[in-house]
């Protein structure tokens, strides 16, 4: 089955640190970028960050998250991650990983995994 | 990078036609032809619709299609059915080598 799973959301504190993670199976996924994409509750999307296939010659970012999080990937594992720092209430989000087929036409996406940031 | 316009809701018949617009810039919609379109039904992911202005993936319908005309996206649902209602939401490359995707419409299908 072609998929992509999320994990490692949770409840964190402000200030403090998350580590997301995208696991990819059934489906290509070393050579495709790969993005991040988020979603506050009732809220529309938001795009994060982008990698590319091979991890280092592309890494770009929102500029509400330039500087704090951190987007690399694992092809020998089939996994992209976000490394998030310093988080913020307003970073409160559904966070999904998708795969770019197109100069970012997302076509696989996954479920989501929920990262609330509250004390 | 402020996010691409679109209203926030339109509704339409089953059988209608149906168009959705999506309004950035010469520096987004209107400088790439990199611009996608993604259907979100409640509590589920987004899927995409329509990539590279015009592009339908494999699986989905030739109900939908896209067009642009300078800095103006626009998505068109023919034949509306009821399983079409729908948030959707438009994204484009920008100039500054990140994406920006719209607020979203909310379709209803009365």
């Not at chain 1, 089955?1 to 997301?20: D, I, K």
């Not at chain 2, 589920?44 to 619709?49: F, G, Q, S, Y």
Request: proline share 4%.
């Amino acid at each position: 089955q072609e998929q992509l799973v999320e994990s490692g959301g949770g409840v964190v504190q402000p200030g403090r640190s998350l580590r997301l993670s995208c696991a990819a199976s059934g489906l290509s996924f070393s050579s495709f970028a790969m993005h991040w994409v988020r979603q506050s509750p009732g809220k529309g999307l938001e795009w994060v960050a982008v990698i590319s296939y091979d991890g280092n010659s592309i890494k770009l970012y929102a500029d509400s998250v330039k500087g704090r999080f951190t987007i690399s990937r694992d092809n020998s594992k089939s996994t992209l991650f976000l490394e998030m720092n310093s988080l913020r209430p307003e970073d409160t989000a559904m966070y999904y990983c998708a795969r770019d087929l197109s100069g970012g036409g997302l076509d696989y996406w996954g479920q989501g995994t929920l990262v609330t940031v509250s004390s | 990078q402020s996010a691409l316009t679109q209203p926030a809701s339109v509704s339409g018949s089953p059988g209608q036609s149906i168009t959705f617009s999506c309004t950035g810039t010469s520096n987004d919609v209107g400088g790439y032809n990199y611009v996608s379109w993604y259907q979100q039904h409640p509590g589920r992911a987004p899927k995409l619709m329509i990539y590279d202005v015009s592009k339908r993936p494999s699986g989905v319908t030739h109900r939908f299609s896209g067009s642009k005309s300078g800095n103006t996206a626009s998505l068109t649902i023919s034949g509306l059915q009821p399983e079409d209602e729908a948030d959707y939401y438009c994204c484009s490359y920008t100039s500054t080598y990140i994406w920006v995707f719209g607020g979203g419409t909310k379709l209803t299908v009365l």
